[in-house]
């Protein structure tokens, strides 16, 4: 069993930047893939960034290639997702998950455990 609880969210005007963390409570977490999801109003949840678990190897949707960074700290349990150079259509809740496979896993179906959310929206 792993409880998420990602933290970071709030109100940034088009341009500015956030960081997103995600806290997970687990004895293992060396042991977990984690990603960073988002779902928009009205959309379906999108795959955002993934980071395997010793940290080392990362991945990231087209999207937001070159503006997000998604890092991890396994002596803090904490996943985290720096968000640049945000632009309106990054507003959404984002979610945090954790997958017990190794390979790269940019479907929702491939996680196994998933926070509550946390609230991004960018002002333009």
């Known amino acids: 069993q792993v409880q998420l609880v990602e933290s970071g969210g709030g109100l940034v005007q088009a341009g500015g930047s956030l960081r997103l963390s995600c806290a997970a409570s687990?004895?293992?977490?060396?042991?977990?893939?984690m990603g960073w999801f988002r779902q928009a109003p009205g959309k379906e949840r999108e795959f955002v960034a993934h980071?395997?678990?010793?940290?080392?190897?990362?991945g990231y949707a087209d999207s937001v290639k070159g503006r997000f960074t998604i890092s991890r700290d396994n002596a803090k349990n904490t996943v985290y997702l720096q968000m640049n150079s945000l632009k309106p259509e990054d507003t959404a809740v984002y979610y945090c998950?954790?997958?017990?496979?190794?390979?790269?896993?940019?479907?929702?179906?491939?996680?196994?455990?998933w926070g509550q959310g946390t609230q991004v929206t960018v002002s333009s």
């Open positions: 998950a954790a997958t017990a496979r190794s390979s790269y896993q940019p479907n929702v179906a491939s996680y196994d455990y």
């Open positions: 687990t004895r293992t977490f060396s042991n977990w893939a």
């Open positions: 980071v395997s678990w010793s940290g080392s190897r990362t």
